[in-house]
Every structure is written in structure tokens, then in C-alpha cells.
């Protein structure tokens, strides 16, 4: 409808159509719309001054916000920033390009008190709770009445549509309780907030990582989580709609991550060159493994002359990826949601669980290979060796896919990183490189040529 | 300390140690526990009465959860479900063998109106919005004034801690709008409810999805999602703590369906045979694909008597494997998180979008394969089979990386489920079908002989 519209021209009718649409619909929309209609649209939205339009621009695919931002004038994106809360605002100018991003900072006035913490916001680091956490928030001393916080309660919520928590701090702004709103409806007005107070207050630090951030919301169900600086000062929060963001966000980051590329790639979509130089750095590794891989085979090949012993080379691949990635999946996922914590007790079960699956797995396949295998070569030699490798193979391979992934972690990288391409191509090489020498064994053992 | 308490056994104090701690942190001390050691503790919860043994339960892992419950008395397990909202009550039971579900499901007071409604939840499909609902919610006539409307709330804040919305009926119980906190808060006490609602809701059908539902809350930024029967009655609500529990358990489900295996691994950790189990289907449907890759190459490699061919078979596999596992988990995770539709706009730009990327890094890897091919054979006609195979084979990995999840979402499947394994096992089979029939082409068009 808003398309056929635009064909036609009904300017005022489309930004009444789109201005009674929830920002959430607007962006669904929009991802039908090509770049050059999303612009059109938006550009209507701005110049009707519709109210809404700085939190479409939130809702839309990264791609998109991207591509309308740097269309648009420093001096347009200043008048957007300015309808939305602080946390919204530094995740705007954080996807800005370097250049433009201090453009719209010099142009919007410094001196209001909203854009000073935003650009202390800016200088937190990625993805941690200073960063991402709002500054909007109700903080009232212990010694307001619940009356009072009651009235005061009432102002905050005509300019803002998600409170759960009143905080209580003492009169140098540390925090030192909260207050569920359903507290303040229950308890005696003549009362004060220090005395209806919880003082057990879950806070994270401006530096806690986002990911952390989550999981204690998660794990304490709570709407909104209190961000302390240094000096136990309140500086912000981060409310539960960013934190179902953040675990949106992470779980795909990671399963980019796992495949051997970047949640990036969902930025610049529709550019191809930019897309492949992301994933090319990985696949390139992978290459020269599997190179490598080939060479250790040509390098065996030509001392057996077994021209039988090549068709098993995919199952030891094969199998050793298939197994090796889903140890480091387990590792991975169990890391990242905080269910794997790597103290030696817990490491040392999980690593322990994983080999006795794979013993598993690895026995009933290597039997079934074996089987396959003396029938098709009657050979003496070949069953034994491709058996016994399969299963030291699957063995390695999980072994593999949990310590990659732990060691990574305690190096303090993202262990999703390690877990695809480097678990498989190390695999691939292993296993190779135990099927060629156990097939060198077994054949010397057996006394057999090749 | 818990843990020395036990030995000296001191259960009063320890009683007194878990009272004062939160829920989640119980949990997570709890996993530091042996099975036995947990029962002890979790016993004491139970007979000393402690007010949130049953909200502890909800937190543990699902292992433990089952453990527990296996070892508690029906009866107990009665008085524990009765402490608990529905919602959580009905996770509790859907995690019990059939056969004691049955038994504390006799024992329960079938009178109790809460448990009418926990059996008539357990008849709703799994991941249903009617099976995952809470049913205790706040719901006012119409013509409830803002006053009466204020002080029902404030009986209601006495049972229930997460409130957000007061939902608006009529007088046959259809929902009709929604008011936040927040609008009763800046509201005239003496309008009424029909005078100030939000008459524009958006709910969700006891049957729709859990995923949906999780993806509806997340696009609307909502704290609550409220559930209506056929006739539009509201009859629950999803509460936001649970959304972000989907969340997280979907993005979990997808990681290990991905890794061909199920997140039903995390109920039976310490059971090695049972996770085995769960895996090996996936893992024998690969095995067979790779023999089948192995009797391909073989009788192909009969034919040539060139082994140098044998050394790339790794590159094509390998490649193959990694291009199409990236394309799938892209497409995966674009259809989990509702970024990609299957409309035949967006699916055409994604698909060609994907053979662009897939085109550029099969351009590169096959340039460098075939050089280094050169080097290594001197061969007049395997460089350039090798670098044609390549080719070929990754841009059919990453059409097949797109196809599968597609088309595994259109038959009604999960799409995760196809991603690991299948797009692997048919891109490895591919991708050496491709490799011998490029090879036997180039000799037979450039004249060599294998």
C-alpha cells in the first residue's frame, strides 16, 4: 500500500499511513522496500517530523539504518539523536563511519546535558555495560517519603516507557538499595525509601562485558540491571528490551563466528567484495591446511601403492570434523551461556564426558568401517588400520573440540572463534596424518606391501 | 561452606545459608555439587519449609532438575508445584517421566483452580504459547475505574512480582486493550479503563509458536505478550523473564541441531550411552555418505593411475564443507531470527547474494589451488581440473547451503536440523562426483592419459 503511494506520490498520505504503524512494522516493511524507496520513505518520516521516526531507525536491518545514515545530512541525524534515550543514541552514532560520527558530534550542542554522556558513553569500551546502558533512570535518597517518590515516580513516567525500578542512593549517588515499583504500591506512604529498600542489589560495573550483563538477568529474572562506576556511583542502567538485544545479538555473533566468518557480513549484505573479504582470512587457513592435508597423502601414497587405502581417506575427514565440531559446539554454547565454567572440577567432567561419547561413537563407527572395509579390499592390513584410525581420529577430534575452545577462552579470546575452522582444520590434518601411520603399522606389522 | 556444613551436618544452619540466598545463586552452587550432596541439601530446602525450594528447582539445570524430582515423593513434589506459578508448575511436570507426572498429577488437589488450569496447559502442543503461559495475570472490565483499577492492582502486587500491564476485557472476557503501569500512573482517577487504554494490542493465539512469540516481544520491545483462546478470550500472558528464556534455549536448540545432535544432550550429560545415542543417527547417516564418497573415488581413481590426483580430494572436501556450512548457518539463523522470510523477493536476493560471495572465494581459492597445483604436478590437465572442480563445487555448496534450510522450513521442519549434517554429507558426495568428473573431462580434452 505505502509502496503504491510512493509510485503515486501522496506524500502527506504515506507519513500518515506510516505514522500510526508501530516502528517494529515500519521495519518489517521496509526490508520489502529497495534502498532507494527505504530513503524515500524515511526522508518523508524526518522532514513531517514524525515522532517515531528515530525509533524505526532502531528497528531497521543494520544494513539499512547504514545505508539511510550517511544519505542523510550531520545536521538531520543531530535532530534524531535527540528524540531518542542515551542508550539508543550512542548505538546510532556507534554505526556511523568514523568521518561522520564526528560530524554529528560536533554539530549536536555539547552543552546539553543528554549528548555530554553520550559522548562519555562513547569512550567505554565496545559491548560492555557502560556502553550500552541508559542514562534515564529514577534515583531518589533514602530519605524521600513513599509518597513523594510516588509523585516523583509519576513525573519520570510521562517521558519515559519502561520503568520497573526505583534506586535508592545516598547523598554522594552511590547506590545503596531498589525498589520494585509494586514495593512503592504496597507500602505505607508515611514510610521512606530507605526503610521499604531491598539493600541486596545485583549491579554490574561500567566495564562488565554485555554478555555477562545478560546472564545475570537471566539468572536473578530481573527487568533492569543498576551500572556503578568506580566509586559505586549509579550512572545508568540496562533495561531488560536491550538485554533480550544482547542475547539476540550474541547468539548470532557466535554462530557467525563458528562458521568462520563475523556478524559484519550482516552490515554490508548487499556488497559482495566486502562479504568474502570477511569469511577469506578463515577459508584461506582452511586451504593451506587441507593443502598440507593432500601433500601428507601424496607423501604416503606413493610408498604403498594401495590404490584401496585412498577411498577411506573422506571418512577419516569426514568423521573427524562431524565429531570434532560438535564437541567445540557443546564447549562453545556451554561457555557462552555460563553453564561450563572452567574450574578444573567442572572442565575435567565435561572433557571426560565428551571422551567417553566419542569412545562411543568412535567404536561402533570404526567397526562398521572395519567391516565395510574387509569386505570390499579382503585385504589383511587395511581393515585394522582404517578401523584403529577412525577411532583414535574421533578420539583426537574431541579432545580437540574442547580444549580449542577452553584455551581460547582462557587466553580471553571468543571461543566461538576457535571453534569452526580451526577445530576442523586441525582435524582434517590429524587425522590424516594418524591414518597414513597407522596404515605404515599395520602393514609392517602384518607384513604386508602396500 | 554449604559443602562443610553437610559434612558436619549442621542442617539448621544450612537451612538458614540457602534461605538467605537467591535462587540463581543456589543454582550455580549447586552444579559445584555431586547428585548426592544436592538431594541432601534440596531435602533440607523441602522439609524445612523454606519458601523458595520450588523457584531453586526452576534454576537448576536441567540434569539436576531431573535428578531431584526422580528422587522426591509424589506427594512432595505436590506441595512443591503448588508454590509455584502455573506457567512454572507446568515446566515442572513437563520435565517428569510420564509415569510420575501421572501420580503427582492424582495426588494434586484437582479441585484447586490452579490446577485445573496446569491440566488443561499440559494438553496444549509443546513450545505453544498456551503450554508455556503464565495464567495468573491482571484482567479488569471496561468500566474499572482508574481508582478501583489502582487498588485491585495493589492486592494483586501482593502475590505476584512481575507486573507490567493491566489488561482491559469486556464482559465475556475478550481482550479489548492494554494499559501499562505507567498510563494508570499519569491517568485521572476518575476515568475509567475503556477512557485511557491502548485499544491496538498485540497478542499472540494459544497455539502460535514460542519462537514467534519470543520474536514479537523483541520487535514491539513488550514486557508482556498476552495469550487469547478462538474466542479471543485472554486466558494468559508470556512474561518477558520467560521470553528470554526461549531465547536462550532456541538459540541453544539450533547450536547442537546444527552440530547433528539435540539439546536433549543436556538432560542426559552424565549419561554417556544416551548421548551417544542421541547423536548417532547423524553420525551413521554421514558415514554412509563418506563410504559413498570413498567407492566414488576409488572407482574413479582405477581409471586415472595418476596419484597426484588423490592429493586434492582433502581441498575439495574441506571446501566444500566450510563454504556450505557458512551459507547454511546464515540462512539458519536469518530464518530463526525472522531476518529472512520466504518470500520469493527476499529469498532470490539472499540466494543470489550468497552465490556472488560464494563465487568471489571460489575464484581466489581456485586461482591459488590451481598455481600451487601447477608447481607441485607439472600436469598439463590436473591444474586446471582442480581449479574448475573447486569452482564448481563451492558455488553448488553454497546453493545447496541456501536450498536445504529453505526447503526443510517449507515441508514444516526445522530448518536447523538439515543444516549440519545433511548440507555437509551431500557437498562432501557432491563435491568428489564433481572433482572426477572435471578430471576425466580436462584428460580426456587436453589428450593425457591418467
Known amino acids: 500500500m505505502v509502496r503504491r503511494l510512493l509510485r503515486r506520490g501522496g506524500r502527506g498520505r504515506i507519513a500518515r499511513a506510516v505514522a500510526n504503524m508501530r516502528p517494529g512494522d515500519v521495519a518489517v516493511m521496509m526490508r520489502a522496500f529497495t534502498p532507494a524507496e527505504q530513503f ?3 526522508k518523508l518520516l524526518v522532514t ?33 539523536l535527540e528524540t531518542l534515550s542515551s542508550d539508543d543514541a550512542v548505538f546510532v552514532l556507534d554505526a556511523l563511519p568514523e568521518e561522520l560520527q564526528k560530524q554529528v558530534i560536533a554539530i549536536v550542542d555539547l552543552e546539553e546535558e543528554k549528548f555530554s554522556d553520550v559522548q562519555a ?3 567505554y569500551a565496545d559491548d560492555s555495560a557502560g556502553r550500552i546502558m541508559d542514562t534515564e533512570f529514577l534515583a531518589l535518597e533514602e530519605s524521600t517519603s513513599i509518597a513523594d517518590a510516588t509523585e516523583k515516580l509519576r513525573n ?29 504500591l504496597l507500602a505505607d506512604p508515611d514510610k521512606n525509601l530507605g526503610e521499604v ?63 568462520g566468518t563475523s556478524d559484519d557480513e550482516l552490515v554490508y549484505e548487499d556488497r559482495s567484495l566486502k562479504v568474502a573479504g570477511i569469511r577469506l582470512p578463515w577459508i584461506l587457513f582452511n586451504l593451506v591446511g587441507l593443502l598440507l592435508a593432500g601433500l601428507v597423502v601424496n607423501r604416503f601414497e606413493s610408498t604403498f601403492h594401495t590404490a584401496l587405502l585412498v577411498g577411506f581417506i573422506p571418512v577419516i575427514m569426514g568423521m573427524a570434523g562431524n565429531i570434532g565440531s560438535q564437541t567445540s559446539t557443546i564447549a562453545v554454547r556451554g561457555l557462552a551461556t555460563g553453564r561450563l565454567k572452567i574450574v578444573p572440577g567442572q572442565l575435567k567432567r565435561f572433557t571426560w564426558q565428551q571422551m567417553k561419547v ?31 584410525s577412525l577411532f583414535l581420529t574421533v578420539q583426537l577430534a574431541s579432545l580437540n573440540g574442547v580444549l580449542v575452545p577452553v584455551l581460547f577462552q582462557r587466553l580471553g579470546f571468543d571461543p566461538a572463534i576457535a571453534s569452526g575452522p580451526l577445530v576442523t582444520t586441525s582435524n582434517d590434518v590429524l587425522g590424516i596424518l594418524i591414518y597414513f601411520s597407522m596404515t605404515a603399522l599395520f602393514f609392517s606389522l602384518l607384513g604386508v606391501g602396500g
Open 156 to 184: 519520570f513516567a510521562r517521558d519515559v516507557d519502561m520503568i520497573s525500578y526505583i534506586y535508592v542512593i545516598d547523598d554522594h549517588g552511590r547506590l545503596t538499595g531498589v525498589s520494585p515499583l509494586r514495593t512503592l
Open 48 to 80: 513531517e517530523e514524525i515522532g517515531h521516526a528515530g525509533e524505526i531507525l532502531l528497528e531497521l536491518d543494520p544494513q539499512s539504518r547504514l545505508g539511510l545514515l550517511t544519505q542523510m545530512k550531520p545536521e538531520t541525524i543531530g535532530r534524531l
Open 358 to 388: 566419542g569412545a562411543i561413537l568412535g567404536i561402533t563407527c570404526s567397526l562398521l568401517v572395519s567391516i565395510f572395509a574387509f569386505f570390499q579390499t579382503m585385504h589383511p592390513a587395511i581393515p585394522v588400520a582404517v578401523g584403529v
Open 121 to 123: 558513553q562513547l569512550a
Open 197 to 259: 529498600k531491598n539493600p541486596s542489589v545485583i549491579r554490574v560495573h561500567t566495564d562488565t562485558d554485555q554478555e555477562e550483563v545478560a546472564q545475570l538477568a537471566a539468572r536473578y529474572d530481573l527487568l533492569a540491571i543498576p551500572v556503578t562506576d568506580d566509586e559505586n556511583r549509579l550512572v545508568g542502567i540496562v533495561t531488560i528490551d536491550d538485554i533480550l538485544d544482547i542475547f539476540k545479538d550474541e547468539a548470532t555473533e557466535d554462530f557467525f563466528k563458528m562458521a
Open 40 to 42: 524515500d520513505v524515511f
